[in-house]
């Protein structure tokens, strides 16, 4: 069942999918939604080629955050961009971490993860239906408890600098909960669209801490795109699935 609704509208979808725990359930979801271009975090790079031939995406860029350590092995992880149409151009900015993309990720506390992940915007160009859709994704630093730390301030100044002027669609996993001081600055810079029914984007179920209401997944864009239909979906993986509708503005018409 495909979410095209034709003409010029894309099909997007966001996913923190956990590394390899929920790949079956992000499987199906993806199967079932069939978005035109899937943006996850969380993913291991091993399984970004596998995923996207099972869910029918020939075009895929991948980029390294660290190394996960696992009893077997330390894997890759980071951020990726599928989609169904082929990429006019894909560009990775990194604005925060201390990490190169190698590095074993040190879970120790707050402070050494961020010295050891890399953060980066990935961000393509996807020309659909004679329009061309700039789409990117991101994995914002992590504090615990939903604390704003300097380091996250920080990124989040960068964040905004390097993608001054630019126009997009920026979903992702902002480990920032709505409401707050990092994802208040993001939606004063750039249009929140999820809807503000939705309290959490953690899955109740699926996500070890169980029920916490924070809205840290999120959809943003410039004001030239028209971003309809947010909806989060559970059941996928720790935190929420996100679908969207997306199209371009005419000239002179102004934000809902």
Known sequence: MSMSLGGRSLALACINIERSKHLSRVTT???????????LQEVVADDVEPLSDQVGYPHRFFIPMCRFPEPSDARPIGIAILSRHAFASSEEIGYAGGGSGRDVLDRSSEETRFRTNRYSVGLVVVPFHGVSFTIATTHFPWSDHARTLDFQRTACDRLLEVL????????????????KEIFSRLAARWIDHVPLTYTTSLDPILHRAGFLQLMVDGVFSTPDYDVSSATLHQGVSDHCAITAQVGKRTTGEMPR
């Open 29 to 39: 979801f993806l199967c079932e939604h069939a978005p035109d271009v899937a943006c």
């Open 164 to 179: 001054n002027g630019r126009s997009f669609v920026l979903c992702g996993d902002f480990n920032a909960p709505r409401g």
